[in-house]
């Protein structure tokens, strides 16, 4: 085909395609246009996500409007003091070379999402009535072992003064509520729709507020009923709340599953947390966890959190163009539900837990760390019993010799109340490891499709475009780098160390396999000389 005939068959094709499919050839963002001009409200700005998040917007987003960051006061800082430290983070790194001048577009907002008006002045909330377009809440305590207090009121309190909040914004285009794809947990087959929640949302907040700490966490494993723990509870009644409060306002649920290190944005491998599944990786990675009560081949369904954060703000895009679109129709009234999607691995990459610790064990390997307390060995055990038996003979007995050497030589011990931690954690999250879930995604599939070709480059939410090797060799450095604090460059010194404990831990177990045998013969002889 010679040049020319080329350029007239691209003309050709140019004048058979629509206006809209031309204006994605040119390499306009429908997306970012959306938020062009457009004031955007973030709840839970602090947490992990809600970083992500607000550097993705600022990042991505240049001609937005003003971003207005909820920030409440904590661990004895103003909300002005932890607003100020907020963007000296190295996730803004990306974002402070590209856009030096981005903290003109935010504005701090003092408040606290589980307090009465949000906690807010009377000014803040007459300023974000009239000039917010978008809200985005990410507020959320994701402790599973939080009082059912707190969970409460943090997580169905909070969404519903929101949401109420957010029925009198004047020019409000979308409202996008962050959730779980375990908050129906109790359900093998999780679609994405709204499900029975545990209790009706509004008789739990009378319930919490009627009785007293003490009468509430005595009641607090009826209330629970078939949930694991208060926050998979909280989250269930949070989406009726949603169901039911967000009728007649422009919104969309997005369920992510256990959320992990970034692939690629704004860097790769960038996580600030020990939550879930880095929390093992960390632990066996530094040599203190020897053991996970875990079915191996079941279905680890994580998920890097660059692809959430797209997720979250396309949904926010189309969310307010599909309700558009319905309130040109005076007679088209809405009666459908707010649209979830369930944003997992498992149905496009999955990947199970022995895959999981094996890629991360494979990767870590090669950027050994200066700061591990001893040599990898570290099992997934199905069988409850065998993993109690690890953990009595390789956490509970080394962690009593080592506190009992400690007190000797005059040192604090430290290493069995370490181990009481990480038990506990371990038996949380075992809950989320030993089970398996089908989730369903047809709805952010059905997204992806509307998403104009510039966007999926710019917002990919879709796992296809993901590759687990590659993933792992940067969410090993990530952990390396920004939970351990341990720079690349001591590389060589964590070989070092790592040869040295690995000399040590085979010459503990020859000597331990060694007294063991002597102590079985010794037995036999004993027993046979009777």
């Given at each position: ?45 602090s ?40 963007f ?71 969404t519903?003064?929101?949401l ?15 959730s ?5 947990c ?11 929640p ?199 007995i ?21 181990y009481?931690k ?32 510039v ?76």
């Open positions: 085909m010679t040049l020319e005939s080329s350029r007239q068959n691209f003309m050709n094709h140019m004048l058979n395609m629509s206006k809209d499919e031309q204006t994605n050839v040119s390499g306009v963002s429908e997306v970012t246009e959306f938020f062009n001009g457009s004031n955007v409200f973030v709840t839970g700005g947490g992990f996500l809600g970083k992500l998040l607000i550097d993705k917007l600022l990042r991505s987003c240049p001609k937005m409007g003003k971003l207005y960051m909820l920030m409440r006061a904590k661990k004895g800082k103003t909300s002005e003091e932890r607003f100020k430290e907020h000296q983070d190295v996730v803004y790194e990306r974002l402070r070379k590209e856009r030096p001048n981005f903290i003109d577009n935010v504005v701090m907002i003092e408040g606290d999402a589980s307090l009465d008006d949000l906690g807010m002045s009377i000014a803040d909330r007459e300023n974000l009535i009239e000039n917010t377009h978008v809200v985005f809440h990410a507020a959320a305590t994701v402790r599973f072992d939080e009082s059912l207090r707190q969970a409460v009121n943090i997580n169905v309190r909070g519903k003064l929101l109420l909040f957010a029925k009198q914004i004047r020019n409000l285009k979308s409202f996008v509520y962050v779980t794809a375990y908050s129906h109790i359900r093998k087959d999780i679609e994405e729709k709204f499900y029975e545990p209790m009706d949302p509004d008789k739990v907040l009378s319930l919490c507020q009627m009785l007293d700490d003490t009468l509430l966490e005595h009641m607090t494993s009826k209330i629970l009923g078939k949930w694991p723990n208060t926050y998979a509870f909280s989250k269930a009644t949070s989406e009726e709340i949603v169901r039911v409060y967000s009728k007649d306002i422009p919104t969309c649920i997005v369920r992510p599953s256990i959320v992990i290190a970034t692939y690629r944005e704004p860097m790769p491998g960038w996580i600030n947390n020990y939550y879930g599944a880095t929390g093992v990786v960390v632990g066996a990675g530094i040599g203190l966890l020897r053991s996970l009560h875990c079915k191996a081949d079941n279905i680890a369904d994580i998920i890097p959190a660059d692809y959430v954060i797209n997720n979250i703000i396309v949904g926010a895009y189309d969310v307010a163009k599909q309700w558009q679109e319905k309130q040109k129709n005076i007679e088209d009234k809405r009666t459908e539900e707010a649209p979830i999607y369930n944003s997992v691995s498992s149905c496009q990459r999955p990947i199970s837990w022995i895959t999981f610790m094996r890629l991360n064990e494979h990767y870590g390997k090669q950027v050994p760390s200066a700061v591990v307390f001893w040599y990898y060995v570290f099992t997934l055990n199905k069988h409850l019993w065998v993993h109690n038996l690890f953990c009595f003979l390789f956490h509970t080394p962690a009593i010799i080592v506190d009992a050497l400690a007190m000797l030589t005059g040192r604090k011990p430290m290493l069995y109340r370490a009481q990480i038990h506990k954690f371990s038996g949380v999250i075992s809950y989320f490891c030993t089970q398996q879930w089908n989730f369903n995604n047809d709805n952010l599939l059905r997204l992806w499709e509307r998403t104009s070709p966007d999926r480059e710019k917002y990919d939410f879709n796992l296809n475009s993901l590759d687990w090797d590659d993933y792992f060799y940067h969410h090993v450095r990530g952990i390396r780098v920004h939970i351990l604090k341990d720079p690349l460059h001591t590389i060589e010194v964590g070989r070092m160390k790592i040869r040295r404990l690995r000399i040590a831990h085979y010459i503990i177990v020859t000597l331990l396999g060694f007294l063991l045998m002597w102590a079985i013969y010794t037995l036999m002889q004993i027993r046979f000389s009777s």
